[in-house]
């Protein structure tokens, strides 16, 4: 079978392959608790507030591949083991884009094994986002869609930057099925009667429109971003941490567990789902839209 083939994604993808760490200078208060130096994102922790901040830092678009999304486990790995962080603010190193979602050269056509830890280890990153004992706060500075959104949708608060910027989960447009624990995790934030629609349409939202659906929780000039999302920090952090920790898993807990009962069965599906030869056809027509930049936001 012919498959569509895309110069410029791969263009971009060998580009991001070569991964570009930027260097931060750090405030006294500060650490770097980035994974390693080649790392993909950058880490800080202040010691004064408690309050770490992960920037997604895979230019040009965070597309979430094998490697960033190590990165992300092993940095929240680091962040939770320290008893003296009790927040984490998620935001990007790009201004204008937040996270593009899955990187699209681990679906497309991809090695079995390589597709099976891809899949795990974005599973791992949400299991622990979603059930992290950290206050979590998404700094949205710029487009979020698919995986980018589900990103956002695991913390406990999501402050988006004004502008043209899209989010949503949007993988119907790409012929694909949004998982079941992307599904979940929509319709707790926003309701069953607007998941609905939202899914099945792969609604992609401007922020405006996210504000009024509840899929956001606040709408601020971008230059606001960040600061927002620290404020609003220090109301979650107002609340003594055992009390809304056990608060958060109550919550999620029902959520958590039904994904635990059918992970393995979830990367038995999506296997089978992405070797498939329709799949890889539609993948491949996304692609060329993707390339003559179709994509709209409700
Ligand atoms: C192994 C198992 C895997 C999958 C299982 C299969 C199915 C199960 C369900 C799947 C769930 C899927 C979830 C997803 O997240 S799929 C990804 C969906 N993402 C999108 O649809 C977004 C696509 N991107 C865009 O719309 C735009 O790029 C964006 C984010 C609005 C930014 O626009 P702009 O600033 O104009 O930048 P460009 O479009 O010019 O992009 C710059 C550069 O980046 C490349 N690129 C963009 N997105 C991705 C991506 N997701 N992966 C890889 N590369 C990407 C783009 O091609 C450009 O490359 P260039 O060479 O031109 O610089």
């Known amino acids: ?24 200078a750090l405030a006294a208060s500060c650490r770097d608790f980035s994974a390693a130096e080649k790392s993909t ?15 997604l830092n895979r230019p040009p678009v965070n597309s979430l591949n094998l490697q960033l999304l190590t990165d992300i486990k092993i940095a929240l790995d680091k962040l939770q083991m320290k008893k003296d962080c009790r927040g ?4 990007s190193s790009s201004p204008g884009i937040f996270c593009a ?15 099976r830890e891809f899949w795990r280890s974005l599973q791992e990153v949400w299991k622990m986002l979603y059930g992290s004992r950290l206050a979590t706060i998404a700094a949205i500075n710029g487009h979020s869609p698919a995986g980018g959104c ?8 999501r402050v988006m930057a004004q502008g043209k910027f899209m989010i949503g989960l949007n993988e119907t447009l790409l012929g694909m099925v949004a998982p079941f624990w992307f599904q979940d995790t929509m319709t707790n934030t926003i309701g069953h009667r607007e998941a609905e629609k939202a899914l099945q349409l792969g609604l992609l939202y401007s922020g405006e429109n996210a504000l009024n659906v509840g899929l956001i929780d606040e709408l601020v000039p971008p230059e606001k971003v960040m600061q927002t999302a620290q404020v609003q920090m220090q109301t979650w952090l107002k609340i003594p941490d055992l009390a809304r920790r056990l608060t958060k898993e109550q919550m999620r807990g029902p959520t958590l567990q039904k994904f635990v009962q059918r992970q393995n069965e979830d990367v038995d599906q999506i296997m089978k789902f992405i070797m498939d030869s329709a799949t890889q056809r539609s993948l491949g027509i996304y692609l060329n839209t993707l390339k003559h930049k179709q994509l709209t936001s409700v």
């Open 1 to 24: 079978m012919a498959l569509s083939f895309n110069p410029r994604l791969v263009r971009g993808v060998s580009r991001c392959h070569a991964i570009v760490t930027a260097k931060m």
């Open 41 to 55: 994102v950058i880490v800080n922790l202040n010691d004064n507030t408690g309050v770490a901040t992960i920037q």
């Open 88 to 91: 984490m603010i998620l935001t």
């Open 101 to 115: 979602g899955l990187d699209f050269m681990e679906m497309h056509n991809p090695q079995e094994g390589r597709a």
């Open 150 to 157: 589900l990103l956002s949708l695991t913390c406990d608060y």
